[in-house]
Each structure stands twice: as structure tokens, then as C-alpha cells.
């Protein structure tokens, strides 16, 4: 894949260009009918029912299909590219994501511009933002991927190497206290992601999200308070911003709102909405004065 091909023309995309998928032949899943003048007719094929991408393999696909078209994933409908991927089957190594991430990270780059660009980094719920999120002068680039965990995170922050990014929201750790680490390996892997992405990208504002609630017995609820209290602390010794989502995803004892969830760790689309409102406030208030969290 030639990297100088994908460049994109990112400072004339169109506010979430719209895209629709060529439809299949005419011929394919359609029956012959005879005219009153005895013509032989095809119709045309009913019309693809729109859908979007619930597998990895399937993300995958869609984003590598919109890649090789010179468009940026995140500001395409989420059914974009459906005759592409909907039959995907096979998952995407670890290799192949990080391989992904870079040439959307590269080919970004190069049609930067004066664009905004925000990046999101982080495991699956990251992943799985819905495009859309950043729109008009803003280029979003999604950096997670499904399953990560710290310390991987902390050997691939160099993918953005080029980019120019001015804002970085940091979602992580949930994956390393399922695998049974401890909140103080967490929070090391951590304090080494925000030095690091505080010093290759010493013009972006970094933003890092507390550590969401779960409702499943693979993880415990305490030990995620007690990485967010530390996390807190951490952000701000390194001039991080640091966003505690924790209690709004929350019921009353501290668990995952069964209505933000599909089970119990991901979200489901109302958890995502909420996400991406807090998402975009945050990025519209450092957009109009990237201060304004030192004075809280």
C-alpha cells in the first residue's frame, strides 16, 4: 500500500461527506417480466438495506476499503463500504490493526492542513465510537483497538508519529485489571503514556478519561475507583486534563447503568451518545481557549 496514494484532501472534505455504496447489477436477485408489448424486462434489485459493521473483522474491512479510497473512516456514514465488508469473516491481527493505524495516521498527515485534529487512543470501547463525532474543521483520528491494554498502548504511541494533533483523549486499563494487573502497574503504564504524549505532542491537549464502571464479574469496581483517583492525580502532575466519566456512567452503588451497556463492559448506542456528548464538549472548550481546565 503506497502511503503517498492515500494522502487525503482533508482541508476540502465536505462536512461528514455522504457516501453511497454502488448497488449491485441489475440482474443479480431480480426476475424477468414480460411487458404488455412483449418486451422482456428486468427490474431493477430492491434496494440495499442499509446496516453497519458489528464484527472486527468487519471494522476492519470498512476502514481499510475507505483507506484505500482516500477517505477518512471517521467522517463517512457507519454503513459506508457495505458491499466491501459485510461479508467479512476473519478477524484482523494485532499487527494488522497497528499497520492500519498508521497509514490512516500517515495519509492524515499529509492533508492535515490547518484542520483540528483529534485523537482518540485506547481498547475496544474506543474502537467502537461511532464516526461523527468531530465535524467541520475537525479531523479525528480513532487510535483504539479491540483488547488492548497499557503496556501495548505504551509501545505504539510513535503510529501518530507526523500527525499534528491538538487535542488526545486517552481511554485505558480496563483490560489489564480483567487480566488480573495490578492498579499499580496500571497507573505506571499510564503515567508513561501521558509523559509521552505530553512530550512528542507538546502542542496537542492531552485528556484523560477515568476508567468507566462495569457491572460484570470479570472486574472489580473498587480497584477502577482506585486507578481514577490516582489517574486524577497523575494527569495533573504531567498538565493533563483529566475527565471523570465514572460517575456519570453509574448507578447508585457504583456499578455500569445496565441501560449504557450491552454486557455490562461496552457500551451500548445510548452509552456511546453519552460518551460522544462529554467528547465534544470537552474538545469545543479547548477549541475556544485550550486554558480554561488549568483554571479549574
Not at 158 to 179: K, Y
Not at 214 to 222: C, K, M
Request: with cysteine; charged share 20%.
Amino acid at each position: 500500500m503506497n502511503p503517498l496514494s492515500l494522502a487525503l484532501a482533508l482541508g476540502t472534505l465536505p462536512l461528514l461527506a455522504q457516501l453511497t455504496p454502488p448497488s449491485l447489477p441489475h440482474l443479480l436477485n431480480s426476475e424477468v417480466v414480460v411487458s404488455e408489448s412483449g418486451t422482456a424486462v428486468t427490474p431493477p434489485a430492491p434496494p440495499r438495506a442499509r446496516r453497519v459493521p458489528n464484527t472486527t473483522a468487519q471494522l476492519y474491512q470498512q476502514r481499510l476499503a475507505a483507506l484505500e479510497a482516500g477517505q477518512l473512516y471517521t467522517r463517512l456514514p457507519r454503513h459506508s463500504f457495505q458491499e466491501l465488508w459485510e461479508t467479512a469473516r476473519q478477524n484482523p491481527t494485532y499487527e494488522q490493526w497497528t499497520a492500519l493505524l498508521w497509514e490512516e495516521a500517515k495519509a492524515t498527515a499529509a492533508g492535515q492542513a490547518d484542520n483540528r485534529l483529534c485523537v482518540t487512543i485506547g481498547d475496544s470501547l474506543t474502537q467502537w465510537l461511532p464516526p461523527g463525532i468531530f465535524v467541520g474543521d475537525r479531523l479525528w483520528l480513532n487510535q483504539g483497538i479491540s483488547g488492548d491494554n497499557t503496556a501495548r498502548i505504551r509501545q505504539r504511541l510513535g503510529l501518530l508519529e507526523g500527525t499534528r494533533p491538538s487535542t488526545i483523549f486517552l481511554m485505558a486499563g480496563v483490560n489489564d485489571l480483567i487480566a488480573g494487573r495490578s492498579v499499580e502497574e496500571v497507573l505506571f503504564n499510564q503515567q508513561d503514556i501521558i509523559y509521552q504524549l505530553r512530550s512528542r505532542y507538546p502542542q496537542a491537549q492531552v485528556v484523560v478519561q477515568s476508567i468507566l464502571p462495569t457491572n460484570h464479574q470479570a472486574v472489580n469496581n473498587e480497584d477502577i475507583r482506585a486507578v481514577n483517583r490516582e489517574l486524577a492525580q497523575i494527569a495533573r502532575r504531567e498538565g493533563a486534563v483529566f475527565l471523570d466519566l465514572y460517575p456519570h456512567f453509574s448507578d447508585e452503588v457504583g456499578r455500569m447503568q445496565p441501560e449504557f451497556s450491552t454486557d455490562g463492559i461496552h457500551l451500548s448506542d445510548r452509552g456511546y451518545a453519552l460518551w460522544q456528548t462529554f467528547l465534544q464538549q470537552v474538545e469545543d472548550q479547548l477549541a475556544r481557549d485550550p486554558s480554561v481546565f488549568n483554571r479549574i
